[in-house]
């Protein structure tokens, strides 16, 4: 597997996001075993870079990957998240990142994760609260007491992006990218190239529909975010199966399959770039991984450049007032 950087962290071109083994997604927390050995396959495949964050569950998924990782965990780049869990007493789902609760969030997080350091830590959210100079110094203060290595952000904009970066650098920038989103190509790529921060695309896959398995919005277990996500509801749904029947096309034509045409094409998109792909299932780590090795010929990349756009929002209206874009 080859590696890049990210800003001056070393990681696997494809990554492993972990969120889905416990939370958000259809049979979340239903086959731990599994969702283990998904990790430890990764690693063998030469996957270093595992993305969790203290709010998938709250909690559970940080202490699956910790758990995980007994015994590995130098064979680990460990990502995770702060800002989404107020500590001070408003709890989950509230923006926090304030230098007093990113201190306490980072002492849950190593003991979840049973380990002494952090490899990329990010702000889960930008919090409006919280002057961005703030949340860079509390970073800057574990960075120097080793207990984070990198900084990173998640759905920052332009702005806050230069302002986090001019207190302390910022290695990685994880936002939503695919084939289905491509808001941040305009305003925020160019400012991560011009300051040379890595770009880490959560979501790599649309939730998994790029990859053609989702067909039906029964499929969607109650507690599943799906299920109230604009893409994958209604007119909306039916729209957009005509995207990922495009992509099943393109990836026939090519002897791949549609999960692996949606990583390569990223993957093309620059050295600088290192998507997370999110699976609980040995099988399809190793084909989401065996993207890294495929190719694309440039008329191949233009007709995926040109699909017609999604149909719908990336989120609902909650969840995006959050998002800097
Ligand atoms: N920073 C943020 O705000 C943020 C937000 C969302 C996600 N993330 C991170 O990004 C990671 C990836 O995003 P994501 O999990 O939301 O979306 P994703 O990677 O686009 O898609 C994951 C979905 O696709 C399915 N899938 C994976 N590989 C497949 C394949 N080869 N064929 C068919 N289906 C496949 C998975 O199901 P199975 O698990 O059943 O295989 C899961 O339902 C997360 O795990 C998380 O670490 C970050």
Redesign the pocket.
Known sequence: MQHIKLGELEVSRIG??????SH????AGTDDAESIRTIHRALELGVTLI???EI?GPYANEELVGRALQGRRDQAVLAT?FGLVSHAGAGAWNLDSSPANIRTAVEGSLKRLGTDHIDLY?Q??VDPNTPIEETAGAVAELVAEGKVRFFGL??AGPDTIRRAHGVHPVAAV???Y?LWTRGLEERVLPVLRELGIGLVP?????????????RDESQFEEGDFRRGNPRFTGENFRRNLTLADEVQAIAAEVGA????VALAWLLAQGEDIA???????VA??E??TAAADIDLTPGVLDRLSSLPPAAGETHPEGARQMLER
């Open positions: 492993l996001g972990a969120m889905g083994m958000g997604y259809t049979g993305d969790t964050a998938y998240k990010y889960h959210r998640s759905e994880q936002s939503e695919s959560f979501s790599p896959l649309g939730h998994g529909f790029l990859t053609g398995a989702v399959t549609p999960a692996q998507p997370i792909p999110g699976t609980r299932r399809r780590v084909e989401n």
